[in-house]
């Protein structure tokens, strides 16, 4: 579909790149939702170092690591051509956990975190704007269309 192509970056990286790139734009694709989850969490995360919970910011990257091997022995035997995706899965739960375990301990409240993150969507908007419209004339320039 069209919503499919548009957010697909291996239809960017292939004629940047060449054909065997394909994969490698798939997997960003993939790993998108991890890095944005992990830009929001690990500049606060010293946080849990200042409030005195190292053995928390320790059972977090505990956990972290956990979850990652888990998916991935559970990929590799249930769907080993998508180990990849799980892992990149894996990254944003983790990171995802990690923002609410960090929020939790500096007692950042869901509407404060709620109308910081609001205040930048217009800047987000516009910019997966941009990139689907990219990505989508990538796509036809390489289609042949």
Same mark, same amino acid.
Request: glycine content about 10%.
């Given at each position: 579909t069209m919503l499919t192509t548009a957010i697909h970056y291996g239809y960017? #990286?292939?004629?940047? #790149? /060449?054909?065997? %790139? !394909?994969?490698?734009g798939g997997l960003i694709t993939w790993m998108t939702p991890w890095f944005a989850l992990q830009l929001l969490a690990v500049p606060i995360a010293?946080?849990? !170092?200042? &409030?005195? =919970?190292? =053995?928390?910011?320790?059972?977090l990257q505990l956990f972290g690591l956990l979850v =990652? $091997?888990?998916v991935i022995v559970l990929a590799s035997l249930w769907a080993p051509s998508r180990v990849?995706?799980?892992y990149a899965l894996s990254g944003a739960v983790?990171?995802? *956990?990690?923002?609410?375990?960090?929020? %939790?301990? &500096? /007692?950042?409240?869901s509407r404060s975190f709620q109308r910081a993150f609001l205040a930048g969507w217009r800047y987000v908007? /516009? %910019?997966?704007?941009? /990139?689907? $419209?990219?990505? &989508?004339? *990538?796509s036809y320039m390489t289609s042949g269309r």
């Open positions: 960017v #990286f292939e004629p940047i #790149f /060449g054909a065997g %790139w !394909h994969r490698a010293m946080s849990l !170092h200042v &409030t005195r =919970r190292q =053995r928390l910011a320790l059972s =990652r $091997v888990a990849a995706e799980a983790f990171y995802c *956990a990690y923002l609410g375990v960090v929020l %939790w301990v &500096t /007692g950042v409240d908007l /516009g %910019w997966l704007a941009l /990139g689907a $419209v990219l990505a &989508t004339a *990538a």
